[in-house]
């Protein structure tokens, strides 16, 4: 594995470099060696390399912006220290923004990353909703795109539980009526975390 020395240190430094392609396939890189890796993660954070990642969300480029979307989704895997970094900066405003567009990896990994900087972390839910993810969320869940209503139903569960006020938002926006139909998928795992966040919700 990748670890901290000269080789990861210029993984960061290629995420800044003037060549998009090349910034595109470090993003896609880094998301490969980080995710369920601890110790690459919190290498990654110290070398530097969250605040390029952050800036190639808001690129012109949606194959740029789909691969360090990525990538954050994979340092926020279980990293409550990447989960707070993200937590001060554009990160959250510019997912929310990508779900919304029209290419359909770019939507999955936004609500993917977005499910993992709420996965328990009370303040980042609370930042999240904020920001106006629940209406385009509940978009997600009508996609007809089985991944997108999966993780969209993962980030219902992540943002909602052991919060009222959030279950309620949620209710009052249709996400309720969404899962529920669901529930009729053909695809187990979309029918599986349709029930989980419906358990949530009611």
């Given at each position: 594995?990748?670890?901290?020395?000269?080789?990861?240190?210029?993984?960061?430094q290629?995420?800044?470099d003037?060549?998009?392609?090349?910034?595109?396939?470090?993003?896609?890189?880094c998301?490969a060696?980080?995710?369920?890796d601890q110790?690459?993660?919190?290498?990654?954070r110290k070398?530097?390399?969250?605040?390029?990642?952050v800036?190639?969300?808001n690129s012109s480029?949606n194959?740029?912006k789909?691969q360090?979307?990525a990538a954050?989704?994979?340092?926020?895997k279980?990293?409550?220290?990447i989960?707070n970094?993200l937590r001060?900066?554009?990160?959250i405003t510019?997912l929310?923004?990508?779900?919304?567009?029209d290419?359909d990896a770019?939507?999955v990994?936004?609500?993917?990353a977005l499910?993992e900087?709420?996965?328990?972390?009370?303040r980042?839910?609370?930042?999240i909703?904020a920001?106006g993810v629940?209406?385009?969320?509940v978009t997600?869940l009508?996609s007809?795109y089985?991944?997108l209503q999966?993780?969209?139903?993962g980030?219902?569960w992540?943002?909602?539980?052991?919060?009222?006020k959030r279950k309620?938002?949620?209710?009052?926006?249709?996400?309720l009526?969404e899962?529920?139909g669901?529930?009729?998928?053909?695809n187990?795992?979309?029918r599986?975390g349709a029930?989980?966040?419906i358990e949530v919700l009611?």
């Amino acid at each position: 594995m990748i670890r901290k020395g000269k080789v990861f240190n210029r993984v960061v430094q290629m995420l800044s470099d003037d060549d998009e392609d090349l910034r595109k396939f470090t993003a896609g890189g880094c998301g490969a060696i980080c995710e369920n890796d601890q110790d690459n993660q919190l290498a990654f954070r110290k070398l530097g390399g969250i605040p390029p990642l952050v800036k190639m969300l808001n690129s012109s480029n949606n194959l740029v912006k789909e691969q360090a979307t990525a990538a954050i989704r994979s340092l926020t895997k279980g990293n409550a220290k990447i989960q707070n970094d993200l937590r001060d900066t554009s990160c959250i405003t510019l997912l929310i923004n990508n779900m919304s567009s029209d290419n359909d990896a770019l939507r999955v990994h936004s609500v993917g990353a977005l499910m993992e900087l709420a996965r328990d972390n009370p303040r980042n839910q609370e930042l999240i909703c904020a920001a106006g993810v629940i209406p385009p969320l509940v978009t997600a869940l009508k996609s007809d795109y089985k991944v997108l209503q999966y993780l969209a139903a993962g980030a219902v569960w992540a943002l909602a539980k052991k919060n009222s006020k959030r279950k309620q938002a949620f209710r009052e926006a249709g996400a309720l009526e969404e899962l529920k139909g669901l529930l009729k998928s053909e695809n187990e795992q979309v029918r599986k975390g349709a029930e989980w966040a419906i358990e949530v919700l009611e």
